[in-house]
């Protein structure tokens, strides 16, 4: 890929207070875009924004709860008028909550289905009218290997991932000839702070390490590389397919 293939591009990227959205602001700012940073936690937010000042990449900050329909349409809003248009969206921001069905309360599960697939939904109807307009973009939705598989105790968010990855695939035939595409991640175990719990014990460490065929947990910024391949122009025939990126894991 060309050195700063992205410049002059607008990366939206939600979730990105830490973790797998932190890493691909960084690796999309490194390729030349402006990176608007979305999340709730405006401390984090920042915390990632002075990591990009530190790499002379333009970034704002816009703290939103992508899973309001209000929320996103002021989010576009401000967007528009402080950056302009996003070429580039990556619904990233999601929540867990591990329990079983029967003690799974409905405001439990709707928290987890609105983050994670609804806010999907939400983005992507507001920001992908100008990317088609334009005849160029890139929707890039953050979904899981726990998309492709069921696990106890995490039925709201398998469900969720699961959608969101047919989401990826519906919106990409309904754009396939405007030059849009839309692309899911489905990353596998990675070492960011949200499992840090399960590094840090060791039985749950060597379970999912003895579970893992490459025996090691992901590099956060591996995600940063994907998405960013995803934008250049040697992915213009990738469109609603998803990306593992799991050590393995789904071969078994």
């Known amino acids: 890929m060309k050195e700063n293939f992205l410049k002059g ?9 830490r973790g797998l959205g932190r890493e691909m602001a960084r690796s999309l700012g490194d390729d030349g875009a402006s990176i608007a940073l979305v999340g709730r936690a405006q401390e984090k937010l920042k915390e990632t924004q002075e990591l990009l000042k530190g790499r002379s990449i333009k970034s704002e ?12 349409l002021n989010l576009k809003r401000d967007v528009d008028t402080k950056m302009g248009n996003p070429d580039i969206l990556i619904n990233n921001a999601g929540t867990a909550i591990r329990k ?4 799974f309360g409905l405001n439990e599960w709707q928290t987890v289905i609105n983050t994670n697939l609804t806010g999907a939904f939400i983005m992507s109807k507001a920001f992908s009218p100008h990317m088609i307009e334009l005849g160029w973009g890139r929707i890039i939705n953050i979904t899981s290997i726990m998309a492709n598989v069921g696990s106890p105790g995490r039925s709201a968010y398998c469900a969720s991932k699961s959608g969101l990855l047919a989401l990826t695939k519906c919106m990409a035939l309904e754009l396939a000839n405007t ?3 839309v692309m899911a991640i489905s990353p596998g175990f990675y070492a960011t702070d949200l499992t840090a719990p399960l590094r840090e014990d060791p039985d749950k460490n060597a379970s999912l390490m003895n579970s893992t065929p490459m025996g090691k947990w992901g590099k956060p910024e591996d995600i940063g590389k994907i998405a960013s391949f995803i934008c250049s122009d040697g992915a213009d025939f990738m469109t609603g397919t ?11």
């Open 242 to 252: 998803d990306i593992l990126s799991d050590g393995g894991w789904l071969a078994q």
């Open 100 to 103: 079983d069905v029967v003690e």
């Open 61 to 72: 900050i816009f703290v939103a709860d992508i899973s309001l329909e209000s929320e996103v």
């Open 9 to 17: 591009k607008l990366a939206l990227i939600t979730g990105a207070s």
């Open 179 to 181: 030059g849009v595409t």
